[in-house]
Each structure stands twice: as C-alpha cells, then as structure tokens.
C-alpha cells in the first residue's frame, strides 16, 4: 500500500512539473488534459479522474470535452488539478499558474497561504484555527477571501 501511494505521488510530481513547461499562450486546453492524461498513464498510473483545466472565472472542475477549441492567452489564470492512482491508491495535486507572466499576488497570496495551512497541520489542531490563518494571510495581500 505505501509503495503505491508513493508511486502514485511521483508520477503526480513528474507531470505537475511538465505541464507548468507546456503552459503557453495559444495551446488548447484539450492538448492540455491528453498531455495529463497520457503522461499519467505512460508512468505507469491510472487516472483518479479526468484532468480539470479552469480559466479565470471557472473556479474549478472543468474537464474539456473533445470538441473544446478554447486556447490559452497571455494573461489567463489556469488551475490545473489532477491524479494518478496505483492499485486504488491516490495522489492529488492542483495549481495555477498565470499565462505569460511572473506570479502575481493573487497567486502569491493562494501559495502562502496553503504552506501557513499545511504547516500548522498536526494532532489536536482546529481545522477553524487553519482557517483562520488561510484567511489572515489572504487578507494581508488586500483580498476578501
């Protein structure tokens, strides 16, 4: 169970870190979740659910359908989530990133706050202290979470 897990995990690191490269102004987000998916499957992983790619406004869950021509443009917020499975056992990542340029605080500030999250995360701590804190760093990059 732990070596597939971990499996899973690698193949989640290895293909997070290629489509960062393959995020460009002008590639369609169809060429996007084949890529995902077909690198998965390549490592040796299943598929925990098809590749989500959202844009600006689509906050999240957008699988595209095999007719979508929509392409990426300079400028556009892209959140990717995926996973890979081995044997039933999951890895899940997501991220975003912005096409065409550096981050910015929006992306700064979702960054910061998820590791503020992720390192308060032990035994006996309140998920609504966790929220707390998500927010209060939110907040202090000027945004209304």
Same mark, same amino acid.
């Given at each position: ?26 590639? +369609?987000?169809?060429? &996007?979740?084949?890529?995902?998916? $077909? ?7 299943? #598929?925990?659910?098809?590749? $989500?790619?959202? &844009? ?15 392409? #990426?443009? $300079?400028?556009?917020?892209?959140? &990717? ?34 590791? $503020?999250?992720?390192?308060? &995360? ?16 939110? +907040? ?6």
């Amino acid at each position: 169970m732990y070596e597939d897990y971990r499996k899973a995990g690698e193949i989640t690191k290895i293909v997070k870190k290629e489509v960062e490269e393959f995020l460009k102004e002008g590639t +369609k987000v169809l060429e &996007i979740a084949e890529f995902v998916e $077909n690198r998965i499957k390549s490592l040796g992983g299943e #598929l925990a659910f098809p590749c $989500n790619i959202s &844009i600006n406004e689509i906050a999240a869950h957008y699988s595209p359908p095999i007719y979508d021509e929509t392409v #990426l443009q $300079n400028g556009d917020y892209v959140k &990717i989530d995926m996973g890979a499975h081995v044997n039933g056992y999951i890895a899940d990542t997501a991220f975003t990133v912005k096409i065409g340029e550096e981050k910015d605080d929006l992306i700064r500030a979702s960054e910061e706050a998820l590791e $503020n999250a992720i390192s308060m &995360i032990k035994a006996g701590v309140n998920t609504s202290d966790i929220g707390a804190k998500i927010e209060e760093t939110i +907040k202090s990059y000027g945004f209304k979470p």
